[in-house]
């Protein structure tokens, strides 16, 4: 993009974009394994993230990765939303990677007699890269001055200078009539607190 500064860029975004990106190269790296010596020969076998729940936990990070690299390079604003876009992708981010570790560490994993079977070293340069953009998500939602969807305060916040107020949760009430209806049976005394009509 012509006259676009890196540095520009706040450090949230940077954690975001970054780990995401370093995130999908880790995906395809070792994640969980086997390896060993038998006989003075090493052998080992892996496989990467995607497989299980791990596939989702990768699919959710890229998307809270997508999203922030969009706002960050193409100026691109989401439709609006029943929340604020920077605690979608804390949400995103968070859960990927909860999902990603939650899969790793209810895989077997021992060690013994020259060989050892568990996470495997591109597992470790996953979770980091996904607590990075975790990290930045924070970041971003921290400073954005959001609310979560469930915080009644947001309701009485009062809506800064070219902002729509907030919407309320019941439609007013409409003003009441005068005279008020007569009620339906008239023979019953009148409620002697309230003014003649």
Do not use: C
């Not at 990106?21 to 993230?49: C, Q």
């Amino acid at each position: 993009m012509p006259g676009f500064d890196l540095k520009q860029i706040n450090r949230g975004d940077q954690l975001l974009v970054g780990g995401g990106a370093l995130a999908f190269i880790a995906s395809f790296l070792p994640y969980y394994g086997a390896s060993g010596n038998v006989l003075g020969h090493h052998y080992s076998a892996s496989v990467s993230a995607w497989h299980s729940y791990a596939t989702l936990g990768l699919l959710l990070i890229f998307a809270a990765a997508i999203i922030g690299a969009l706002r960050v390079f193409a100026g691109t604003n989401l439709p609006t939303l029943p929340i604020g876009v920077n605690l979608l992708v804390l949400g995103l981010a968070g859960l990927g990677t909860l999902l990603l570790i939650l899969r790793a560490y209810t895989l077997p994993s021992a060690s013994g007699f020259g060989g050892s079977y568990g996470v495997m070293w591109g597992g470790y340069v996953l979770f980091i890269a996904a607590i990075a953009e975790t990290v930045g998500a924070v970041l971003n939602f921290r400073s954005s001055g959001e609310k979560v969807a469930w915080d009644a305060t947001a309701m009485n916040k009062p809506a800064a200078a070219g902002e729509a107020p907030p919407a309320t949760p019941y439609p007013p009430q409409s003003a009441p009539t005068y005279p008020p209806t007569a009620p339906a049976d008239s023979t019953s005394p009148a409620d002697p607190g309230t003014p003649g009509v």
